[in-house]
């Protein structure tokens, strides 16, 4: 199948990249490289340059003409969000909606969306959480993704564009960005512990997230190359981990000796959220592969591996 994957030089998009390469797909990935790394793209993909909101992306549909269009495009800091809530709207909102659009327009058959279950559901009353619970985001960032996800179900009824929306707990593994203030939490400590650097937590720790290895996520968008039709699924493990655990687990893993200092609570971040993902499990056949203590050592051997 010929497959669009938006954000594919970033993070997550560039597993789920490898992922469809590996399945035999033909893959085209457009990324404007704000977070993402060309060098993270897979060599038997084709890549462009283009905003998802900009008028060249419909150049790129008409060209291309995907059947299946893959969202992992976005501005995916929550931080960032809560300092610039129009800037994040405009990427994950509007840029949504451009891609809906075009993607009804040239006919492709399905729209697979990267949204988050880690952050769309608030602090839910009841954990493990499933999709039932209310959308009650605490960011921008968690607002946006709420508004994409009405977009994405509207295109279905109105336009008849098929979907499938994934919402990940806290995704890690190789290829996280490390970025001081607004980086992924794993990706923070396993860096700076490598340097014996101080290592700040920030609230009290007890703070708690549904750590999910990132190769699990990519499997998920392969199964919902073929299922998971009209759904909406939570992609997690079940399992609450506290940020002071996953700072114990990688100060083991990468034998830091330092006490960690202690930092304020950060505006829009949410305190406990674990998923419940039964439904991927019954309608994708997916269930995560990858234990969070096996999952850190593979992270933090790709930090150990860069210069
Ligand atoms: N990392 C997580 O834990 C997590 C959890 C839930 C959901 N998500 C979602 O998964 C997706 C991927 O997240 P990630 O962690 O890999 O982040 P990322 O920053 O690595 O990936 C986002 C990619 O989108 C690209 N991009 C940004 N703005 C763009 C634009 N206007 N046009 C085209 N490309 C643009 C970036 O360059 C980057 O390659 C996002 O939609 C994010 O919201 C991530």
């Known amino acids: ?49 283009v905003d998802i909101r900009g008028p060249e992306l419909e150049a790129v549909f008409a060209a291309f003409r995907p059947e299946v269009v893959n969202h992992h495009a976005a501005q995916a800091s929550v931080p ?15 840029g949504t909606i451009n891609l809906l659009q075009l993607s009804a327009r040239y006919g492709a058959r399905k729209f697979i969306f990267a949204s988050t279950g880690g952050a769309i559901y608030g602090d839910p009353a009841e954990v493990p959480c499933t999709e039932d619970a ?23 009824r109105t336009y008849e564009l098929d979907f499938t929306i994934l919402r990940y707990g806290n995704v890690y593994g190789p290829r996280m960005h490390f970025r001081a ?26 703070q708690s997230r549904d750590f999910v290895y990132v190769e699990d996520c990519a499997a998920a968008n392969v199964a919902a190359l073929e299922h998971g039709s009209g759904g909406v699924y939570n992609i997690g493990t079940g399992l609450g981990t506290t940020v002071n655990r996953i ?12 006490e960690p200092g202690r930092g304020p609570k950060r505006q829009g971040d949410v305190f406990r959220i674990y998923l419940d993902a039964s439904r991927a499990a019954r309608d994708l056949g997916w269930r995560p592969t990858v234990a969070l203590e096996e999952g850190l050592r593979r992270t933090a051997d790709f930090f150990r591996s860069r210069p």
């Open 1 to 49: 199948m010929r497959m669009l994957v938006t954000g594919g030089a970033g993070f997550i998009g560039s597993h789920v990249v490898d992922a469809y390469v590996a399945a035999g797909h033909e893959v085209l990935v457009v990324d404007t490289f704000a977070t993402g790394d060309p060098n993270n793209v897979n060599r038997a993909a084709e890549c462009r340059h």
């Open 80 to 94: 960032i969000s809560v300092n610039d809530p129009v800037a994040d709207a405009s990427i994950n909102v509007l």
């Open 247 to 258: 700072f114990e687990l990688l100060a083991a893993i990468t034998n830091y000796r330092l």
């Open 181 to 206: 203030q607004e980086g992924l939490l794993v990706a923070i400590f396993a860096s700076k512990m490598l340097r014996s650097e101080p290592v700040t937590i920030d609230w009290n720790g007890e």
């Open 134 to 156: 209310p959308p009650l985001p605490l960011s921008p960032y968690a607002a946006a993704k709420a508004a994409a996800e009405v977009y994405v179900a509207m295109f279905h």
